[in-house]
């Protein structure tokens, strides 16, 4: 048993895929698959049940990714802290939020709690087109980006929230039906806007976006007042904030691929590490 098979297998069980396991080791998808297929025959149980489109982690893949969740982390810490004791790289690390900016804080400050000698620069910002002056772009899968390399921190599902206590909480809608609805966006060059602009005009209308903010914060108290709905992003290991519900929208079918972009000449030192520790969060 190697290490690199336990990688393969716990890489693959997040996010029962090979070929994004593969993608992150940048080896074929073959070689992921036969690797675990080799730890398989070793431990004598399968740790995954295939299908012909994917695979799935079963029980006794769930108990050994459990048990190795705590194992790596404790390796991951211990490897870290070593290679940073001769780290002299004091560049600050630049980055462009354009999408998950709660996610990307929360993450900014367990990061600094394990590596205090680490700068951060943040800029939340959607006007400002002069990208190449970040190292680190976090934004949806787009080809604007085309100078810098890629990988994907998550898809997920987008639905339109309201107020836990509105009167349409329960009921199966169809888009069409919110069209005298207020709306609150985080701005014109948003994603989020640019998702329900184009979703409305396919249901026959142009939604009316009332507020348009740039905070988080004030994006949330709005919707839990009842004031407004708002597309929001639908987290499976997150809590969700309980004055807010999802409406039940039929044909409202959309995802979000949000994508960490980086400058190949810059991935060293502190803005390599911060990448391989978001790439490693789940979201």
């Known amino acids: 048993m190697e290490l690199l098979q336990l990688r393969y297998f716990y890489d693959s069980a997040k996010t029962e895929s090979f070929a994004k396991t593969a993608e992150k080791y940048m080896v074929p998808a073959t070689s992921v698959s036969a690797s675990v297929k080799k730890l398989e025959k070793e431990l004598g149980c399968p740790l995954f049940d295939r299908t012909t489109n994917r695979i799935l982690l079963n029980d006794n893949g769930k108990r050994l990714q459990q048990s190795l969740c705590s194992i790596f982390e404790e390796l991951d810490s ?18 462009l939020a354009r999408s998950l900016r709660s996610t990307l804080t929360d993450y900014i400050i367990e990061y600094k709690a394990k590596n205090p000698q680490a700068r951060f620069k943040i800029a939340f910002d959607f006007d400002n087109d002069n990208y190449k002056n970040y190292d680190i772009i976090i934004d949806e899968l787009t080809d604007a980006y085309h100078e810098y390399e890629k990988f994907e921190l998550c898809s997920l599902r987008i639905r339109i929230a309201c107020s836990a206590n509105n009167h349409l909480c329960g009921k199966q809608l169809t888009l069409k039906q919110l069209c005298n609805q207020h709306f609150i ?27 348009q903010v740039n905070d988080h914060i004030c994006y949330e108290k709005c919707i839990a007042s009842g004031l407004v709905l708002g597309l929001s992003r639908d987290y499976a290991h997150k809590p969700h904030n309980d004055k807010i519900s999802f409406l039940d929208v039929k044909d409202f079918n959309e995802r979000q691929t949000i994508c960490a972009f980086y400058r190949k ?11 391989d520790f978001i790439r490693s969060r789940e979201m």
């Open 78 to 95: 211990v490897v870290n802290n070593l290679s940073l004791t001769t780290l002299s790289d004091k560049r600050e690390i630049n980055i």
């Open 185 to 211: 966006t985080f701005g014109e060059k948003s994603n989020l806007q640019k998702i329900l602009i184009n979703a409305c005009k396919r249901a026959g209308f142009t939604p009316d976006i009332l507020i």
């Open 265 to 275: 000449e810059s991935n060293y030192g502190y803005i390599k590490h911060f990448l």
